[in-house]
C-alpha cells in the first residue's frame, strides 16, 4: 500500500516530531525551574 519512500518519510517526520516534543518538555522544565526559584528568592525577601 504505502512505497519504501513513503514509509522513510514517514519516519523522519516522527522523528522530527520527536524532537520537537523534547524540546517544548525540556523549555517548559526551564520555564518551571526559573518560576519555582525567583518565587523562592522574593518569598524570603
Not at 519516519?11 to 516530531?17: D, G, H, P, Q, R
Amino acid at each position: 500500500m504505502f512505497g519504501p519512500q513513503a514509509i522513510g518519510n514517514f519516519l523522519i517526520s516522527l522523528e522530527i516530531m520527536g524532537l520537537g516534543m523534547v524540546g517544548i518538555f525540556a523549555v517548559i522544565l526551564i520555564i518551571i525551574g526559573v518560576v519555582s526559584l525567583l518565587t523562592r528568592f522574593s518569598g524570603k525577601s
